[in-house]
């Protein structure tokens, strides 16, 4: 059995696409997943499954849209694999960041060749990005998310496939949620 994160985008965003978290754990349990759990209403939900990512993924996915009318990407990482990049957050060291500021990002699929490069170039002076393990961690610096000329679909296209991202703060309290830390 392994200990599944799924990472749902762009859900509850300005009173769109509504999905109650209380729901998504139901629905887990409907598809045969155990212990699930939420973490905030972004879309953090922590269950069991003895299958694999692809099929919990699909799973998922099909469930989300049959049971709530729309279609929304996930993001599946084990636990052991969102514990690695965390270990491998190449910001760890860095004693100017701002938790909430920096966000690991994590794509569908292998990131694109090149895909850093790309979004570098359109980073503003405030604004640094590095490459880990295969995940992006971008910190957004003083201008924040909101400012930021990275926008999810330049993301999307530069990737190669569909990305979500969690903050810092958000990504670690995963982190223990997932390993019963907490």
């Not at 514990?83 to 966000?103: Q, S, Y």
């Not at 794509?107 to 895909?115: D, E, N, T, V």
């Not at 000329?149 to 569909?162: I, N, Q, V, Y």
């Not at 991202?165 to 982190?175: P, Y």
């Amino acid at each position: 059995m392994t200990r599944w994160l799924g990472l749902l985008r762009g859900i509850n965003v300005s009173g769109t696409r509504k999905l109650p978290m209380v729901e998504l754990r139901a629905l887990c349990g409907e598809l045969g997943f155990t212990d699930a759990k939420t973490y905030i209403a972004s879309g953090n939900v922590m269950f069991s499954s003895a299958d694999q990512a692809e099929t919990v993924t699909n799973a998922l996915e099909k469930g989300i849209a049959d049971r709530f009318g729309f279609s929304c990407d996930v993001i599946v990482r084990s636990a052991a694999q969102w514990r690695t990049h965390l270990e491998n957050n190449p910001f760890a060291n860095d004693e100017t960041i701002v938790p909430k500021m920096l966000h690991i990002m994590l794509s569908r699929h292998p990131l694109k060749p090149g895909a850093v490069d790309v979004i570098r170039e359109r980073l503003s002076p405030t604004e640094r990005i590095r490459a880990s393990g295969g995940v992006l961690w971008i910190d957004y610096g003083e201008s924040g998310v909101a400012r930021s000329k990275l926008t999810p679909s330049f993301l999307d296209k530069t990737a190669g496939s569909t990305v979500t991202g969690r903050n810092l703060n958000t990504a670690e309290m995963l982190d223990q949620l997932l390993n019963g830390t907490t």
